[in-house]
């Protein structure tokens, strides 16, 4: 969850949301491109205070670009990315701000854009549906759920696997 947000706003946005590169995260090898399948290296972020302090920094990097740029600046940015099956079903949950070009229907999807606004709902999809996918674990271990989740993003999704434990 903390390598989310520098991975997006950072390595993929950095040219628009940090042209100084003053987003003060120094070194971000071991935060956006870890040994550790898309998470903070575990070589390095192996204690929870510091997985908590990086992921508090992350957050502050999020609302830094929420509270500098524009809604105009936000969605007048797009990137280019791939199109996948499962990116096919996350585009449903965003109300504007993804495109999908080709034939999404017979499964022919040829690019996708993504604007700054839409990477923004993106991170806070992920990060729900991380946490909803974290309280699934914990009733499967008969742990008591503590917080009540927003129903918004991809867990809310009709296809998204939202099977419970038995």
Request: proline share 6%.
């Amino acid at each position: 969850m903390a390598s989310l947000i520098p991975r997006w706003l950072v390595a993929r946005w950095g040219h628009e949301t940090f042209p100084h590169e003053d987003h003060g995260l120094g070194n971000l090898t071991p935060i956006v491109d870890s040994p550790s399948d898309r998470r903070l290296d575990d070589e390095i972020f192996y204690e929870i205070a510091d997985i908590m302090k990086m992921l508090g920094q992350c957050i502050g990097i999020a609302n830094r670009v929420i509270s500098e740029k524009t809604i105009k600046f936000l969605r007048e940015r797009s990137i280019r990315r791939d199109p996948t099956p499962q990116w096919l079903s996350m585009s449903r949950a965003h109300p504007q701000g993804v495109t999908i070009e080709g034939n999404p229907q017979k499964g022919e999807m040829a690019a996708g854009t993504m604007s700054l606004e839409a990477t923004l709902r993106h991170i806070y999809f992920e990060e729900i549906t991380h946490l909803y996918n974290i309280q699934r674990l914990k009733k499967a271990q008969g742990l008591q759920i503590a917080v009540d989740l927003p129903k918004v993003g991809y867990w809310t999704l009709d296809d998204w696997d939202r099977s419970e434990p038995t």
